[in-house]
């Protein structure tokens, strides 16, 4: 019997340019908080620094804060950008978090998306998957390094001299790590080649969803070559983008909120640019007209809870399985359509999957079959208990 799917929300986050970014903060928490409410396995959060949009600097803060205001939920950063950052000082960090939160952590891993981040720095993008490799394999080798080892490392960027972490994780062995892939297939080979988990956030890019049937092979055949077992298929995280609501119409019209401003920033600051034009007869589409457009295209689910269930379904099967979907958490929707998108999720999709359904189907259909049955004896001992009654207080008159 193999695990039932895991669900998370993938919170870059995305929030237009023109509001308050500590409301807009605020509401990432408060999401946080909601999902874990409502069920929801896993909640991500990014690393970005410039484009003004996705306004996350430091996941790990963040998580701190998170983890504090709610109980079950896990909570991953989507990514920590390695070229960014020494890598000890990002496995010191990881092994307080991990402390704090009693190891609800998941440390994702990344070369860093934009552009403008690694160009205020200095970064090339050229060099930044080169750099995030290198740094990865530090953070691994002084996680699993024995207790009276010390490493020592030396690139064009970090130095490890004598390293070891002052203290060990609270998770045993280390924290989950995992490896972000987009397009290029430099993630699957690093998660395949040195034994993380992989987080697969193509989804809303084009080309991104044609890959994903090719990008598990990817993971097997590193993993192969580096002499490691296997690697299980519950260990990929897949992103998808979903909008729920009662109706598909009410659906479409809830994302007239913000669906295009979220293509316009892509094409003007994003990684890879979304087409952010559909053709309306006048070359000027209304809002409604480009979320239906785009929803037809097929790479997202703008529906409801049955559209997602069939969404879903797509997925798994053109991938092959995986383990955890993740949700992209936009903006697409006001903030109350966008909570009554995950409540009908957590509702009506998850325990699809989970396999909550079906035994309480089958405990009302087996109780319905017996109603003649059972209603019988039970009105008899109505009928008893009440003429007892009755008996009695005749007696006592």
Same mark, same amino acid.
């Given at each position: 019997m193999t695990a039932p799917l895991r669900f998370g929300v993938f919170i870059t986050p995305f929030h237009p340019v023109g509001q308050s970014?500590?409301?807009?903060?605020? =509401?990432?928490?408060?999401?946080?908080?909601?999902?874990?409410?409502?069920?929801?396995?896993?909640?991500?959060?990014? $690393?970005?620094?410039?484009?003004?949009?996705?306004?996350?600097?430091?996941?790990?803060?963040?998580?701190?804060?998170?983890a504090e205001r709610t109980k079950h939920i896990?909570?991953?950063?989507?990514?920590?950008?390695?070229?960014?950052?020494?890598?000890?000082?990002?496995?010191?960090?990881?092994?307080?978090?991990?402390?704090?939160?009693?190891?609800?952590?998941?440390?994702?891993?990344?070369?860093?998306?934009?552009?403008?981040?690694? =160009?205020? #720095?200095?970064?090339?993008?050229?060099?930044?998957?080169?750099? #995030?490799? $290198?740094?990865?394999?530090?953070?691994?080798?002084?996680f699993r390094a024995a207790p009276d080892e010390r490493i020592t490392r030396q690139s064009d960027w970090f130095t490890l001299r004598d390293a070891a972490l002052h203290i060990r994780p609270y998770t045993w062995p280390y924290p989950e790590i995992s490896c972000a892939a987009m397009i290029s297939p430099s993630g699957p080979r690093l998660a395949g080649a040195l034994g993380t988990s992989l987080l697969s956030l193509s989804m809303s890019i084009p080309g991104g969803f044609a890959a994903l049937e090719n990008t598990w092979g990817v993971v097997t055949e590193q993993a192969r070559h580096a002499g490691r $077992?296997?690697?299980?298929?519950?260990n990929w995280r897949v992103l998808g983008i979903v909008h729920l609501a009662d109706t598909r119409e009410q659906a479409i019209d809830?994302?007239?909120?913000?669906?295009?401003?979220?293509?316009?920033?892509?094409?003007?600051?994003?990684?890879?640019?979304?087409?952010?034009?559909?053709?309306?007869?006048?070359?000027?589409?209304?809002?409604?007209?480009?979320?239906a457009e785009y929803a037809a295209k097929g790479n997202c689910c703008i529906g409801t809870p049955d559209d997602a269930i069939?969404?879903?379904?797509?997925?798994?099967?053109?991938?092959g399985g995986f383990?955890?979907?993740?949700?992209?958490?936009?903006?697409?929707?006001?903030?109350?359509?966008? =909570?009554?998108?995950?409540?009908?999720?957590?509702?009506?999709?998850?325990p699809h999957f989970k396999g909550q359904l079906a035994a309480p189907h089958a405990s009302h259909e087996w109780a319905k079959g017996k109603r003649d049955q059972l209603l019988g004896r039970a009105g008899e001992a109505l009928v008893n208990a009440i003429n007892e009654h009755t008996g009695d207080s005749g007696e006592r008159t």
């Open positions: 970014p500590t409301v807009a903060l605020e =509401y990432d928490l408060d999401r946080v908080v909601a999902l874990d409410r409502l069920g929801f396995d896993e909640a991500w959060f990014g $690393e970005h620094h410039s484009g003004g949009y996705e306004l996350i600097a430091c996941p790990e803060v963040f998580i701190a804060a998170a896990r909570l991953g950063t989507g990514v920590v950008s390695l070229p960014y950052h020494h890598p000890l000082m990002v496995a010191d960090r990881w092994v307080l978090l991990d402390h704090l939160t009693r190891g609800r952590v998941m440390f994702g891993t990344g070369p860093g998306a934009l552009p403008s981040d690694a =160009y205020m #720095m200095g970064i090339d993008p050229v060099d930044q998957r080169r750099m #995030m490799q $290198e740094s990865l394999e530090a953070i691994l080798a002084l $077992e296997d690697p299980d298929r519950a809830d994302c007239t909120y913000g669906l295009q401003d979220f293509a316009n920033y892509f094409g003007a600051a994003g990684f890879v640019p979304l087409s952010n034009s559909v053709d309306g007869g006048d070359g000027t589409p209304s809002a409604r007209e480009f979320v069939a969404y879903i379904s797509g997925l798994l099967e053109q991938s383990g955890t979907l993740l949700l992209l958490g936009h903006d697409w929707a006001d903030p109350a359509a966008t =909570y009554h998108s995950y409540d009908l999720f957590a509702r009506k999709v998850i």
